[in-house]
């Protein structure tokens, strides 16, 4: 019996160890890169915005091109799905609008935080992804890369900077997708 008990405190204390120690689910994500210029709008179409067309990467995106100035900051807040009588999914997209703020300009610039801690279980969460679009006096924009945590959701910074700015609505609207 008492070697039974050893083997069992072994084994969970390499389990202990191996759980405290190991980063086996983190990868870093490329470089960024500069991203083009869109239409300083969320899409119409919902293209990017709506699963299944958000990549593995909900907060992929990439540099300001050279010399890009941001006069507003844009966030579409995707809502739904809504089964229609259609057999459709109705998804409603709220485009909200702000200025953006040193804070937030700071916050998009951290790097990935890819420690883990002292664990490697993220928590079950459902996160509504931070859907920012930067633009100009031009009305033209990019997506800015979202830097994430080891849970590959959006870092606490981000959205800390996002809750402070004064968000009025300028539209709101309907996308309709295929099930």
């Known amino acids: 019996m008492a070697r039974r008990l050893r083997g069992c405190w072994l084994v969970a204390l390499l389990m202990i160890t191996y ?3 190991t980063d086996t689910g983190w990868s870093p994500r490329p470089a960024p890169t500069p991203a083009p210029l869109v239409k ?3 899409p119409r179409d ?3 915005l709506i699963h299944p067309q958000v990549p593995d990467d909900q907060y992929a995106g990439g540099l300001p091109p050279a010399d890009f100035v941001p006069t507003q900051v844009i966030r579409c807040v995707v809502d739904g799905p809504e089964t229609r009588k259609d057999g459709r ?3 409603t997209v ?3 609008v702000g200025t953006p703020s040193d804070d937030l300009s700071q916050a998009l610039s951290l790097p990935d935080d890819g420690q883990s801690g002292w664990h490697e279980v993220c928590p079950a969460r459902a ?3 931070i859907r920012l679009l930067l633009v100009d006096a031009a009305g033209q924009g990019y997506w800015p890369r979202i830097p994430i945590t080891w849970c590959h959701e959006a870092r606490s910074e981000v959205s800390r900077a996002v809750a402070a700015i004064s968000w009025r609505e300028r ?4 996308v309709m997708r295929e099930p």
């Open 46 to 48: 919902g293209d990017g």
């Open 171 to 174: 539209a709101t609207f309907q």
């Open 94 to 96: 709220e485009e909200l």
């Open 89 to 91: 999914l109705g998804y």
């Open 127 to 129: 996160e509504i992804p």
């Open 19 to 21: 759980g405290c120690g």
């Open 40 to 42: 300083g709008e969320c």
